[in-house]
């Protein structure tokens, strides 16, 4: 909605408030005008309720507005001795307008001095729950908000099963611009599968004062750009989704506004130079490791190295063995042998497992294996008297890879040499001819809602032929350490400062095998309360957590003992 529309619905909103109230206003000794009158209205609202007239603030934040105003309704009609439970229903579900037929319809007088406590024990676990969600829905939306990593684009500096907490404040909280949506969840209702938020209507884009800008290098989390998926992993067509409904990604910012990116072998490079990354980031690559008798998954594990496949080889199995082995394997084929193939994680299949489903299986070893590891690892490996060489795969410059950004035929780019690339600034005017306006189409026509045409060699913008186009806000390059295994900015480009999220800062759970259901689960207890950005190895805080809730419970125990004895 634009700025006037939106003055429109206030003031239609404001109209529809003074009609189905001045009465109550009037027999509260109140003056009729002041009902219409916009903010001034609720303020007095809150004294003729006598409710705190902060509550006014509640009001006009998004999301936290939609659970105050039923709230506001109800307290409304009970100010004015419509107590019943059945009223109260009728005021929440006419959405406030039962409120007109007490203003007009009943003989109400006004209850001054009106008790404020819950008259039954429902009514104060409904209040309770009520206010409870407030708190944690303005929490979640304005400070921090709970983040589980489920892929693997960050490993190894952010684990599948990481829980984090997310900080907005950091670069300033974005408000809602979804002004319809069920509060504590995203896009997509619990249980019922169903859309969670309407698409209109929708403020313009704000964001709270905060006290820093994104750097170079940092974990962000932001609204995937590229989001027109209503389920992941189901083939449907695609919606459209608000910004702030768009599924949350994590990545690291390896380019700000203003900088020349660059990806030269794998490694990025910013206004000509490599870039330097955190001593916490763990950047991994792939390599193809050699060994003439074969690299065995056993040393691969015994090293450390956890991102690769097995095989296994059985000359045959039954459904009922497939079906009981059938949770640890990612695949299988019959080779070119007759043998059957198993492919599986690092994990491989339990021998527990094995033993219990009869199978005789052999396990693979060949002589050449890709992994994925860090540098460091690649040095071990290479390091080891059995393994002959560690080789790393890079995609050599000029050839093309797949689904590359800005998906042109003029750019021959792939995930390990691309670019170079200039991250727009807003103010900053770039030079538009044919062959740059793939790299800033979806910039100008998406992201910043102007229509573009060209004719022959001429571009026009909004109607007016330009060869030039000055940038409206901020945008940033997201990539994932996981460098051969993330999808990011390689693959759907730039993310502007209006889909910028929050910034990780701690971990408080981490589950290994997060993905093979529970009962694998392992507690990484040396991440358990760590940082995520910081110098130096994470140290875990938990030990130090328990010791003060122990000293508190202590605390509290002596405390009650105390009081007791007094008594």
Request: net charge positive.
């Given at each position: 909605?634009?700025?006037?529309?939106?003055?429109?619905?206030?003031?239609?909103?404001?109209?529809?408030?003074?009609?189905?109230?001045?009465?109550?206003?009037?027999?509260?000794?109140?003056?009729?005008w002041e009902a219409a009158v916009p903010i001034y209205n609720a303020i007095i609202l809150m004294q003729i309720i006598n409710r705190p007239k902060w509550w006014v603030i509640l009001l006009f934040i998004p999301i936290i507005n939609l659970l105050m105003f039923p709230v506001i309704w109800v307290e409304?009609?009970?100010?004015?001795?419509?107590?019943?439970?059945?009223?109260?229903?009728?005021?929440?579900?006419?959405?406030?307008?039962?409120?007109?037929?007490?203003?007009?319809?009943?003989?109400?007088?006004?209850?001054?001095?009106?008790?404020?406590?819950?008259?039954?024990?429902?009514?104060?676990?409904?209040?309770?729950?009520?206010?409870?969600?407030?708190?944690?829905?303005?929490?979640?939306?304005?400070?921090?908000?709970?983040?589980?990593?489920?892929?693997?684009?960050?490993?190894?500096?952010?684990?599948?099963?990481?829980?984090?907490?997310?900080?907005?404040?950091?670069?300033?909280?974005?408000?809602?611009?979804?002004?319809?949506?069920?509060?504590?969840?995203?896009?997509?209702?619990?249980?019922?599968?169903?859309?969670?938020?309407?698409?209109?209507?929708?403020?313009?884009?704000?964001?709270?004062?905060?006290?820093?800008?994104?750097?170079?290098?940092?974990?962000?989390?932001?609204?995937?750009?590229?989001?027109?998926?209503?389920?992941?992993?189901?083939?449907?067509?695609?919606?459209?989704?608000?910004?702030?409904?768009?599924?949350?990604?994590?990545?690291?910012?390896?380019?700000?506004?203003?900088?020349?990116?660059?990806?030269?072998?794998?490694?990025?490079?910013?206004?000509?130079?490599?870039?330097?990354?955190?001593?916490?980031?763990?950047?991994?690559?792939?390599?193809?490791?050699?060994?003439?008798?074969?690299?065995?998954?056993?040393?691969?594990?015994?090293?450390?190295?956890?991102?690769?496949?097995?095989?296994?080889?059985?000359?045959?199995?039954?459904?009922?063995?497939?079906?009981?082995?059938?949770?640890?394997?990612?695949?299988?084929?019959?080779?070119?042998?007759?043998?059957?193939?198993?492919?599986?994680?690092?994990?491989?299949?339990?021998?527990?497992?094995?033993?219990?489903?009869?199978?005789?299986?052999?396990?693979?070893?060949?002589?050449?294996?890709?992994?994925?590891?860090?540098?460091?690892?690649?040095?071990?490996?290479?390091?080891?008297?059995?393994?002959?060489?560690?080789?790393?795969?890079?995609?050599?410059?000029?050839?093309?890879?797949?689904?590359?950004?800005?998906?042109?035929?003029?750019?021959?780019?792939?995930?390990?040499?691309?670019?170079?690339?200039?991250?727009?600034?807003?103010?900053?005017?770039?030079?538009?001819n044919l062959k740059v306006l793939p790299i800033y189409k979806k910039i100008i026509k998406d992201y910043e809602s102007n229509s573009i045409s060209v004719s022959g060699n001429q571009i026009s913008i909004n109607g007016e032929v330009t060869d030039s186009y000055t940038f409206k806000q901020d945008y940033?390059?997201?990539?994932?350490?996981?460098?051969?295994?993330?999808?990011?900015?390689?693959?759907?480009?730039?993310?502007?400062?209006?889909?910028?999220?929050?910034?990780?800062?701690?971990?408080?759970?981490?589950?290994?095998?997060?993905?093979?259901?529970?009962?694998n689960w392992k507690i990484r207890w040396d991440r358990v309360f760590t940082t995520v950005h910081g110098n130096g190895e994470p140290v875990s805080y938990f030990k130090y957590f328990l010791i003060v809730l122990a000293g508190w419970f202590v605390f509290d125990f002596f405390r009650k003992r105390r009081?007791?004895?007094?008594?």
């Amino acid at each position: 909605m634009s700025g006037t529309q939106w003055i429109i619905f206030i003031l239609i909103v404001q109209a529809i408030h003074f009609l189905g109230t001045w009465k109550l206003y009037v027999r509260a000794g109140r003056k009729a005008w002041e009902a219409a009158v916009p903010i001034y209205n609720a303020i007095i609202l809150m004294q003729i309720i006598n409710r705190p007239k902060w509550w006014v603030i509640l009001l006009f934040i998004p999301i936290i507005n939609l659970l105050m105003f039923p709230v506001i309704w109800v307290e409304t009609i009970r100010s004015f001795g419509r107590n019943g439970q059945s009223e109260s229903w009728l005021a929440v579900l006419t959405l406030g307008f039962y409120i007109y037929y007490v203003n007009y319809a009943l003989d109400v007088s006004y209850v001054k001095d009106r008790s404020l406590h819950p008259r039954t024990a429902l009514g104060e676990w409904v209040s309770s729950i009520v206010f409870a969600i407030v708190a944690a829905t303005l929490v979640h939306t304005y400070f921090i908000q709970p983040y589980v990593i489920p892929t693997g684009s960050l490993e190894k500096t952010l684990r599948v099963g990481d829980f984090l907490f997310v900080s907005k404040f950091h670069y300033g909280a974005r408000t809602p611009m979804t002004t319809v949506a069920a509060p504590m969840v995203h896009d997509t209702l619990p249980v019922l599968g169903i859309r969670s938020y309407l698409n209109k209507p929708q403020l313009p884009y704000f964001r709270l004062p905060g006290f820093k800008k994104v750097k170079r290098n940092e974990i962000v989390v932001f609204s995937w750009p590229a989001d027109t998926v209503r389920v992941f992993f189901k083939k449907e067509k695609g919606v459209k989704k608000p910004i702030d409904k768009k599924s949350n990604y994590v990545k690291r910012c390896v380019g700000i506004p203003g900088d020349s990116l660059a990806v030269i072998d794998g490694y990025v490079h910013i206004n000509g130079k490599q870039t330097i990354l955190p001593d916490r980031a763990l950047p991994q690559y792939d390599y193809m490791a050699y060994a003439q008798k074969g690299v065995s998954s056993r040393l691969l594990k015994e090293l450390g190295v956890t991102d690769f496949n097995r095989i296994y080889v059985t000359p045959q199995v039954t459904q009922g063995q497939f079906d009981q082995i059938s949770t640890y394997l990612e695949g299988s084929r019959r080779g070119n042998s007759g043998n059957i193939e198993l492919y599986t994680n690092h994990l491989g299949i339990p021998a527990k497992v094995i033993r219990s489903a009869g199978l005789s299986l052999k396990e693979q070893t060949d002589r050449q294996r890709l992994l994925t590891v860090t540098e460091g690892l690649a040095q071990k490996l290479q390091n080891n008297a059995a393994i002959d060489s560690v080789v790393k795969i890079i995609e050599p410059q000029d050839q093309a890879g797949y689904n590359i950004f800005p998906q042109h035929n003029t750019y021959r780019w792939n995930n390990d040499n691309f670019g170079p690339i200039y991250l727009p600034e807003k103010g900053k005017t770039v030079s538009l001819n044919l062959k740059v306006l793939p790299i800033y189409k979806k910039i100008i026509k998406d992201y910043e809602s102007n229509s573009i045409s060209v004719s022959g060699n001429q571009i026009s913008i909004n109607g007016e032929v330009t060869d030039s186009y000055t940038f409206k806000q901020d945008y940033y390059w997201m990539m994932g350490d996981n460098r051969d295994h993330s999808e990011d900015s390689r693959t759907w480009g730039f993310v502007p400062e209006n889909h910028i999220v929050g910034t990780p800062i701690f971990i408080w759970m981490s589950i290994d095998n997060f993905r093979d259901g529970w009962r694998n689960w392992k507690i990484r207890w040396d991440r358990v309360f760590t940082t995520v950005h910081g110098n130096g190895e994470p140290v875990s805080y938990f030990k130090y957590f328990l010791i003060v809730l122990a000293g508190w419970f202590v605390f509290d125990f002596f405390r009650k003992r105390r009081k007791q004895n007094k008594s």
